[in-house]
């Protein structure tokens, strides 16, 4: 087909930018910007399931492992900043007040060395753990049902290390961010500024991989895994350059989402943690670019308020929208958006199943 | 050796509520390719259905056999209720049941939490289940030795139902070749919905086993559900006798990793195990050749 | 294989990502700098926004509605509107009615300080009431602390903590373990089995008990700890039953407890040969374990049991409330007091502005006359004294006091009163908690 407009989502994504970072700022509370801050990092994790889920057919349903190593990394350094030079956390001093920091603690005093942790750690691990599943061709439910076992495993093994990570309480009580006041309302802008470009970055990367010939292969693995053997392509590296691009996305927001919320615990990146990460996408169009971050903004809004005027509706609400939002329209409201968009430029019948083509 | 007969006999008794947890999986996932989140749900409705029954028949001797079937019929229902009136229009799309699914666990969840507000609600245990049972010097309580009858009868009577009726020749056939079957006259409809009953009312029972040994509340079905499906995968999709290898191999591995290092640790360990082992033989420990599942 | 890129994109993803950079940096100008200022807590700019203006107070309570910890965090919520509808009915807090705003904590920790935010810079709320697990808790405290709101936590605890801005009416543990183990002294106890869950609760209290154990003579022969959410402690109880321990401390939490309680009778365990003494099973939670809980002991601060004028009047008040669950239970009462002390506060503070209030607290003397009896704030830890009482199990799933503390204690969260209680970590933790 042919190439319409290629440069549209780039004004898209312009917009949005215009959006989160000039008017946000100007419009809404406080309160409300560290929500949307929240919730930008949550979109984090949803672009990288969008590319993954929706463009590369892996359901991943562990993204918690990687939002929560970025988050523990992040976690750990601010932490440690707060403790002060030479000293030990408090809930440290609680369990062992006489032992050392633990030696993989040590690392994070440095603010260079945290950084690189929350782009590196979760690209290897997902390196690792990519390798090993596609090169054995590990895929659909199983590899869905092995990533969230690993989410849990994870969970679990934070919530009985108490003494190394805090375990179940997690970690909370950040006073500074590298330096910042955390409590200072000018710096919450800035640490909501830094997650939303943040979020733009990842959207123009998801925009830029989509157009790139990986982009095409990826798409093309997802559709028929083996014609792209045939064509003399790895599948399983095609699968493992989204996966792990995905897991950075993911390692990203959760690092952004501490300083933000003001606590990370092992809930935060268990079972359900990571299920709840695909509702925003399954509702916003997991093959579009847009769809993704929109959704998982939307789902966290949705909780935000509907959860204040409405408790039990919220879950009702959330799982109607899963079954809904699959059962009608599997690809999301972008899907809606495009077909609309697509009878108005030029009459015809509407895409069959998943139809994102129509966005490229 | 008598350090290792405690974690063996507990593990095997663990093992067993795993398999009757899994067991209406090797059904759903294994033959028909649904990811049913919702299963875990069903085995909560299972133990709500045994405590409702004791609020009816209040000797825990003879309600416990009651609820039983009760609860196979009821989780049964349940089952029937969620393939008619969502999965089956979503048999091309397996990976999205798990989307949906996941919808109605939340919502069957919730509407628990509001139907018994309390703290969860007290299931009695027949009184012929006092007591142990010594296995070399072990007190073996009676409770597990029931969850491992009682896992022992679904499995034999399932596998028997499978092998020798016709309904069970039927779901093989619609599982190996669904268009051949249903040029020969096997209405697949029906073969779906009746399998999708009969794994889910094995949650139900599974459900009240599991009532049996700890709490009966609405969350109760998130415990069962991932290491479930992690014990079907393991066990070779589709295959009960994988299914029951794997369930006894996670349990007694869960409780000799508790024996050795803590209870966490050996949720941990056991998990990773899998995963690795799973690494070695992606296909799980058996597998079957169909032309259905890929 | 061979992946390139067509299109001159990754220059135009540097550019923008430089882009935003710059945006950030050039925001983040005008914020503070840590070395700016010595005192975090000093640079909150926020100032109170509580109305006062109306004939009504706004007050938020936030509790699990929705999620794992809704079966317990429920009755709290409902207890507390209870209170509310109470004080309401008798005039309100210094004339002016009580409004509440209920926020659910969804079970999840990030939500709980989302809320918090929201009742105090939305709703400009006096305070907030609610909350259990210590993870709600400790997501809490640094909201409250920074907007310099107030928190009423009514769930005994671990202790090993203080706020300006919380005030805790449950137990903190010289209140409810320290008298635990008094009791298993008094009882000749000589060896003693732990079993907890894997969270800090569990692990603080049981580091407390072993090294008051030395202190008491009592040997500890055996620590298990399972996750909260798992039920099957039948390995764990197997090697109980191995270790034949005079007493089980409990510090299970939730539905774990049934799991245990269920693995125990089933080994053949007793009161008779082996109790149990738990803290965190209650009027509430022992139904859901029937008969086979039966005979075994607790410990907490209140009893449905306990006389008082106070107490039945608040039992029959809770069995006529809509929702109510017929029975009251030590977190309940914690949170029903919760809401008298707050306007015990403001009524001697003659203000709902929070400094106003713990200036009062500070001056002493505030006591209010609980269903557990007489209780009174200690102005500077923001804790209330309480009797340590010791139920035992009946039949009807209530408990007969069988032991109780000679007189009110009073809280000591750091033990300082307790020299067996080492120094340097009382030291570093008070130093780390500011």
Request: proline content about 5%; some cysteine; overall charge negative.
């Amino acid at each position: 087909m042919t190439k319409v407009r290629p440069w549209l989502p780039l004004i898209g994504i312009g917009v949005f930018a215009v959006l989160l970072l000039l008017v946000v700022p100007a419009t809404l509370s406080m309160h409300w910007i560290n929500n949307l801050g929240k919730y930008c990092c949550l979109a984090m994790a949803a672009v990288g399931i969008g590319l993954a889920w929706g463009r590369g057919g892996m359901l991943v349903l562990g993204q918690g492992v990687f939002f929560g190593l970025g988050a523990y990394c992040m976690a750990m350094h601010l932490t440690l900043e707060t403790a002060g030079p030479g000293r030990l956390p408090t809930f440290m001093i609680l369990y062992d007040p006489l032992g050392d920091l633990p030696a993989f603690w040590e690392p994070f005093r440095s603010e260079l060395f945290t950084l690189l942790a929350i782009a590196f750690l979760p690209a290897i691990v997902a390196s690792v753990l990519g390798y090993a599943l596609f090169k054995r061709r590990v895929k659909g439910a199983y590899f869905a049902i092995l990533s969230q076992a690993l989410a849990v495993a994870l969970a679990v093994l934070i919530s009985s290390t108490i003494r190394e990570t805090g375990g179940d309480t997690g970690l909370s009580d950040f006073k500074y961010f590298f330096g910042f006041t955390l409590s200072d309302d000018t710096n919450k802008l800035m640490v909501y500024a830094i997650a939303a470009s943040l979020l733009i970055v990842c959207l123009l990367v998801a925009w830029q991989l989509r157009r790139s010939r990986l982009g095409e292969l990826l798409v093309a693995t997802r559709d028929a895994e083996e014609r792209v053997r045939f064509l003399g392509y790895d599948p399983a590296d095609v699968k493992l350059v989204a996966y792990v691009v995905a897991a950075v996305m993911a390692g990203v927001g959760g690092a952004m989402f501490v300083p933000i919320v003001g606590i990370i615990t092992p809930a935060e990146l268990g079972a359900s943690a990571s299920i709840l990460m695909i509702a925003g996408v399954a509702l916003g169009g997991r093959a579009s670019l847009f769809g993704p971050a929109l959704g998982a903004i939307a789902v966290g809004w949705g909780q935000s308020s509907l959860g204040s005027t409405w408790p039990g509706g919220w879950v009702y609400v959330l799982g109607l929208l899963f079954i809904l939002v699959t059962l009608f329209i599997p690809g999301g409201l972008a899907s809606v958006f495009s077909r609309v968009w697509s009878v108005r430029r030029r009459p015809r019948p509407a895409p069959v199943a998943v139809p994102e083509v129509v966005l490229r | 050796m008598d350090a290792l007969i405690a974690p063996l006999l507990n593990g095997s008794a663990a093992g067993a509520l795993l398999l009757l947890a899994a067991l209406g999986l090797t059904l759903t996932f294994g033959q028909m390719g649904v990811i049913n989140m919702a299963h875990g749900d069903f085995i909560m409705a299972g133990a709500f259905i045994a405590y409702l029954t004791q609020l009816v028949i209040t000797s825990s001797n003879i309600s416990i056999p009651v609820a039983l079937p009760l609860a196979f019929l009821g989780a049964g229902l349940l089952g029937l209720l969620l393939e008619v009136g969502i999965i089956q229009w979503m048999y091309k799309r397996p990976l999205d049941t798990l989307l949906v699914t996941v919808g109605v666990s939340l919502i069957l969840q919730q509407i628990a939490l509001q139907i018994f507000p309390a703290q969860g609600v007290p299931v009695e245990k027949p009184s012929w289940l006092d007591g142990q049972l010594d296995v070399l010097g072990y007190e073996w309580p009676l409770r597990q030795v029931f969850t491992i009858v009682l896992a022992i009868l679904c499995v034999t009577a399932l596998a028997a139902w499978l092998r020798y009726t016709s309904f069970g020749r039927r779901i093989r056939a619609t599982v190996q070749n669904r268009d051949l079957a249903e040029t020969s006259g096997v209405n697949t409809r029906t073969v779906d919905r009746i399998t999708f009953f009969v794994g889910s009312g094995l949650a139900g029972v599974a459900g009240v086993a599991a009532s049996l040994i700890g709490g009966t509340n609405s969350q109760m079905g998130t415990r069962y559900i991932i290491p479930a499906f992690l014990v079907v995968v393991a066990g070779g999709i589709g295959q009960i006798k994988g299914t029951v290898i794997a369930a006894w191999g996670v349990g007694v591995s869960l409780a000799f990793f508790a024996d050795w290092t803590t209870g966490s640790m050996a949720q941990v360990l056991t998990f990773v195990l899998v995963v690795v082992f799973l690494q070695f033989r992606p296909q799980g420990l058996f597998t079957v050749r169909t032309r259905g599942l890929t | 294989m061979r992946i390139t890129s067509r299109r001159r994109g990754t220059t135009v993803v540097a550019a923008t990502g430089a882009l935003a950079a710059i945006t950030a940096l050039a925001l983040s100008g005008c914020g503070d700098r840590a070395d700016s200022t010595a005192e975090p807590g000093a640079t909150a700019t926020s100032t109170s926004c509580i109305d006062t203006s109306g004939d009504t107070i706004k007050l938020g309570f936030l509790n699990s509605l929705t999620g794992g910890m809704a079966i317990s965090e429920k009755t709290v919520s409902n207890v507390l509107h209870m209170a509310a509808d109470e004080i309401n009915a008798d005039g309100g807090i210094l004339g002016k009615k009580i409004e509440y705003v209920q926020e659910d904590g969804a079970t999840d920790w990030p939500t709980f300080a989302e809320k918090t935010d929201k009742l105090l810079t939305q709703d400009c709320v006096g305070a907030i009431f609610g909350g259990w697990t210590s993870s709600s808790r400790k997501a809490v405290k640094p909201v409250v602390e920074e907007n310099n709101g107030l928190f009423f936590y009514p769930v005994q605890y671990e202790g090993l903590e203080s706020s300006p801005n919380i005030y805790y009416t449950g137990a903190t543990t010289n209140q409810q373990i320290l008298p635990a183990m008094d009791f298993l002294a008094s009882q000749g106890v000589k060896t003693l089995f732990l079993a907890g869950s894997d969270y800090v609760f569990p692990r603080t209290a049981n580091a407390i008990i072993k090294l008051y154990a030395a202190e008491l003579g009592i040997k500890i022969v055996g620590e298990e700890y399972v996750p909260l959410d798992k039920d099957d402690w039948t390995t764990q109880v197997a090697k109980i039953a191995e270790a034949k321990p005079d007493f089980i401390f409990n510090t299970i939490n939730g539905s774990s407890n049934v799991g245990f309680i269920k693995a125990y009778y089933d080994a053949g365990l007793t009161p008779a040969t082996t109790p149990i003494i738990s803290v965190s099973i209650a009027e509430e939670e022992a139904p859901s374990m029937g008969h086979e809980v039966t005979g075994n002991y607790a410990s907490w601060n209140y009893f449905q049991s306990i006389e008082s004028p106070a107490n039945a009047k608040f039992i029959e008040d809770w069995k006529a409330y809509p929702g109510s669950s017929g029975v009251t239970s030590d977190p309940m009462e914690a949170a029903y007091i919760s809401l008298y002390l707050y306007k015990a506060l403001v009524e001697k503070a003659d203000s709902f502005e929070v400094d106003d209030i713990n200036a009062a607290a500070a001056a002493g003397g505030i006591t209010i006359d609980a269903p557990e009896g007489p209780v009174a704030l200690d102005g500077e830890n923001h804790h209330i004294s309480k009797v340590g009482h010791i139920g035992k199990i009946n039949a009807d799933n209530q408990f007969d006091i069988v032991w109780s503390s000679d007189a009110p204690i009073e809280p000591d969260p750091y033990l300082k009163k307790s020299d067996w209680f080492p120094a340097d970590v009382r030291d570093a933790l008070v130093a780390a908690a500011g």
